[in-house]
Protein backbone atom coordinates (compact mmCIF):
# COMPACT_ATOMS: atom_id res chain seq x y z
CA UNK A 1 0.00 0.00 0.00
CA UNK A 2 0.92 3.31 -1.12
CA UNK A 3 0.02 6.67 0.67
CA UNK A 4 -0.13 9.90 -1.70
CA UNK A 5 -0.07 13.43 -0.72
CA UNK A 6 0.03 16.56 -2.94
CA UNK A 7 0.10 19.78 -2.08
CA UNK A 8 1.53 22.97 -3.54
CA UNK A 9 -1.89 23.95 -5.82
CA UNK A 10 -3.23 27.47 -5.22
CA UNK A 11 -4.10 30.64 -7.97
CA UNK A 12 -2.04 31.80 -10.19
CA UNK A 13 -2.31 34.72 -13.09
CA UNK A 14 -1.39 33.40 -16.55
CA UNK A 15 1.91 32.94 -17.19
CA UNK A 16 3.03 32.35 -13.98
CA UNK A 17 4.46 29.41 -12.20
CA UNK A 18 3.41 26.85 -9.38
CA UNK A 19 5.19 23.90 -8.01
CA UNK A 20 3.34 20.46 -6.75
CA UNK A 21 4.77 17.99 -4.56
CA UNK A 22 3.67 14.70 -3.74
CA UNK A 23 4.71 12.90 -0.59
CA UNK A 24 4.57 9.11 -0.60
CA UNK A 25 4.70 6.85 2.07
CA UNK A 26 4.52 3.14 2.66
CA UNK A 27 6.04 0.64 0.26
CA UNK A 28 9.51 1.54 -0.84
CA UNK A 29 8.91 4.57 -3.35
CA UNK A 30 12.10 4.04 -5.81
CA UNK A 31 10.19 1.08 -7.16
CA UNK A 32 6.95 3.36 -8.60
CA UNK A 33 7.01 4.97 -11.17
CA UNK A 34 4.95 8.16 -10.63
CA UNK A 35 2.43 10.42 -12.54
CA UNK A 36 0.35 13.26 -12.94
CA UNK A 37 -2.89 13.66 -13.86
CA UNK A 38 -5.40 15.99 -13.82
CA UNK A 39 -9.23 16.88 -14.32
CA UNK A 40 -10.86 20.32 -15.32
CA UNK A 41 -14.88 20.44 -14.56
CA UNK A 42 -16.63 18.56 -17.06
CA UNK A 43 -13.79 16.80 -18.78
CA UNK A 44 -11.91 13.68 -18.18
CA UNK A 45 -9.31 12.86 -16.30
CA UNK A 46 -6.01 13.21 -18.43
CA UNK A 47 -2.40 12.28 -18.20
CA UNK A 48 0.02 15.27 -17.50
CA UNK A 49 3.71 14.05 -16.64
CA UNK A 50 5.18 10.89 -15.38
CA UNK A 51 8.92 9.86 -14.84
CA UNK A 52 10.03 6.29 -14.51
CA UNK A 53 10.65 4.08 -12.01
CA UNK A 54 13.86 2.55 -13.55
CA UNK A 55 15.11 4.59 -16.44
CA UNK A 56 14.12 8.36 -14.55
CA UNK A 57 12.88 9.09 -18.41
CA UNK A 58 10.31 11.55 -18.48
CA UNK A 59 7.36 11.95 -20.23
CA UNK A 60 4.37 14.37 -20.93
CA UNK A 61 1.50 15.28 -22.72
CA UNK A 62 2.03 17.80 -25.79
CA UNK A 63 -0.38 20.66 -24.13
CA UNK A 64 2.59 21.16 -21.44
CA UNK A 65 5.66 19.95 -23.13
CA UNK A 66 7.69 22.72 -22.75
CA UNK A 67 6.08 24.53 -20.12
CA UNK A 68 6.14 21.43 -17.49
CA UNK A 69 9.23 19.22 -15.52
CA UNK A 70 8.63 16.58 -13.66
CA UNK A 71 11.05 15.27 -11.13
CA UNK A 72 11.70 12.67 -7.88
CA UNK A 73 13.47 12.58 -4.75
CA UNK A 74 13.93 9.21 -4.00
CA UNK A 75 15.76 9.90 -0.80
CA UNK A 76 12.78 12.12 0.01
CA UNK A 77 9.69 9.76 -1.54
CA UNK A 78 8.85 12.75 -2.86
CA UNK A 79 7.57 13.83 -6.73
CA UNK A 80 7.39 16.97 -8.03
CA UNK A 81 5.57 19.07 -11.03
CA UNK A 82 7.01 22.32 -12.01
CA UNK A 83 4.52 24.54 -14.10
CA UNK A 84 5.84 27.34 -15.47
CA UNK A 85 4.13 29.77 -18.36
CA UNK A 86 1.07 28.68 -17.12
CA UNK A 87 -2.30 29.25 -19.19
CA UNK A 88 -6.03 29.50 -18.29
CA UNK A 89 -6.52 26.01 -19.38
CA UNK A 90 -4.01 24.51 -17.33
CA UNK A 91 -6.74 25.29 -14.69
CA UNK A 92 -7.72 21.96 -12.90
CA UNK A 93 -7.38 19.48 -9.84
CA UNK A 94 -4.00 17.89 -10.08
CA UNK A 95 -3.28 14.14 -9.08
CA UNK A 96 -0.39 12.17 -8.30
CA UNK A 97 -0.41 8.61 -8.96
CA UNK A 98 1.84 5.60 -8.34
CA UNK A 99 2.25 2.63 -10.58
CA UNK A 100 4.21 -0.49 -9.90
CA UNK A 101 5.08 -0.82 -13.85
CA UNK A 102 5.92 1.59 -16.70
CA UNK A 103 4.59 5.40 -17.10
CA UNK A 104 1.27 4.92 -18.55
CA UNK A 105 -1.28 7.78 -19.98
CA UNK A 106 -4.42 5.63 -19.25
CA UNK A 107 -5.27 6.29 -15.69
CA UNK A 108 -6.29 2.72 -15.45
CA UNK A 109 -2.89 1.18 -14.88
CA UNK A 110 -2.00 3.25 -12.25
CA UNK A 111 -2.26 1.80 -8.94
CA UNK A 112 -2.57 4.48 -6.33
CA UNK A 113 -4.23 7.97 -6.38
CA UNK A 114 -3.34 11.21 -4.24
CA UNK A 115 -6.46 12.93 -3.42
CA UNK A 116 -5.61 15.90 -5.60
CA UNK A 117 -4.85 19.74 -5.40
CA UNK A 118 -6.78 22.38 -6.90
CA UNK A 119 -4.34 25.04 -9.56
CA UNK A 120 -6.21 27.57 -10.73
CA UNK A 121 -4.67 29.75 -13.58
CA UNK A 122 -6.45 33.33 -13.98
CA UNK A 123 -6.66 35.00 -17.23
Known amino acids: QVQLVESGGGLVQAGGSLRLSCAAS????????MGWFRQAPGKEREFVSGISRTTGNTYYADSVKGRFTVSRDNAQNTVYLQMNSQKPEDTAVYYCAANSGGVRADSKFWDYWGQGTQVTVSS
Open 26 to 33: GRTFSSFS
